[in-house]
């Protein structure tokens, strides 16, 4: 049912280790459900899911976060679905303005020690994933799992 | 890195939360406009936001909010005119559409007036 679908995961700033790690078993999972996955981030975070993942096996396309902004904007991309990664206040105005500028069926993966907060900050249309998860990514991949796409 | 960062800016709120960045923006400028995100400002910074989207004027100054992932929201200013001038004719041109969105409803919307007193009770 998705074989050729296009799925963007959106990587907010890589200080709390659980996000690449999710990210990778996401962008992997989809991959294998037969998604086209693609993985936006800042330099930082793109370089560290590639150092983690030189032959490109979990991650096929990667692409600058800002780059990919003006891409969506100017329509030249789009997506079916997007994971909006947020731990902050700035990671949650990246989610809005996906919402805002896409067409993708919008999740907003909120985790973090403020995680409960943050997500009910979330006044826009996104399927919210929350869990109080900073260290310990298992909390958060549970509920990813439950996730029906 | 957009090429903002290489302009000359001023900073007047750094690393707070969009709603405060807003808020400032709303309080210290002579003219508000609201743009949706994604509003392209000096040629290739795309605004970030949760809408509605503040940007301002004072003077020949636009404030305006800059997010970055690491390090929160930073409200900027920079002199541009030419800027201030495109913000102005875009809140000129959704003023236009909304009244023809407006003038479209109304006349699809209303009945024609009955010439006569009389024609009112007729069927």
């Known amino acids: ?149 | 890195m957009s090429c903002i960062e290489q302009l000359k800016y001023k900073l007047y709120l750094e690393r707070t939360s969009f709603k405060e960045a807003r808020e400032y923006i709303e309080k210290n400028s002579e003219e508000v406009y609201y743009v949706d995100p994604g509003y392209k400002i000096f040629k290739d910074y795309y605004i970030i936001g949760v809408p509605p989207v503040a940007m301002g004027v004072r003077g020949n100054e636009m404030l305006f909010t800059y997010v970055k992932p690491c390090h929160g929201t930073f409200v900027m200013g920079m002199d541009s005119e030419e800027e201030i001038a495109r913000l102005r004719k875009n809140e000129a041109e959704k003023i236009k559409k909304s009244l023809k969105k407006g003038g479209e409803k109304g006349k699809a919307e209303s009945k024609p007036a009955p010439i006569r007193y009389s024609d009112i009770w007729k069927k």
Not at chain 1, 4 to 33: D, N, R, T
Request: with cysteine; hydrophobic share 45%; glycine share 6%.
């Open chain 1, 1 to 149: 049912m998705s074989e050729g679908k296009k799925a963007l995961l959106v990587m907010g700033c890589p200080e709390v280790p659980v996000q690449m790690s999710m990210v990778i078993y996401l962008a992997h999972k989809l991959k294998k459900s037969g998604w086209d996955v693609t993985v936006a981030g800042t330099n930082a975070a793109v370089k560290l899911l590639l150092a983690a993942d030189p032959e490109s096996y979990y991650v096929q396309k990667t692409v600058d976060l800002d780059k990919l902004i003006a891409d969506v904007v100017e329509k030249k991309v789009d997506f079916d679905i997007c994971f909006a990664f947020m731990h902050s206040d700035a990671g949650m105005t990246y989610g809005a303005t996906f919402c805002a500028i896409s067409k993708a069926r919008l999740f907003a993966v909120v985790f973090g020690k403020n995680a409960e907060a943050l997500g009910e900050s979330i006044d826009y249309p996104a399927e919210k994933i929350v869990a109080k998860a900073t260290h310990n990514p298992i909390p958060l991949k549970n509920k990813i799992d439950k996730v029906a796409i």
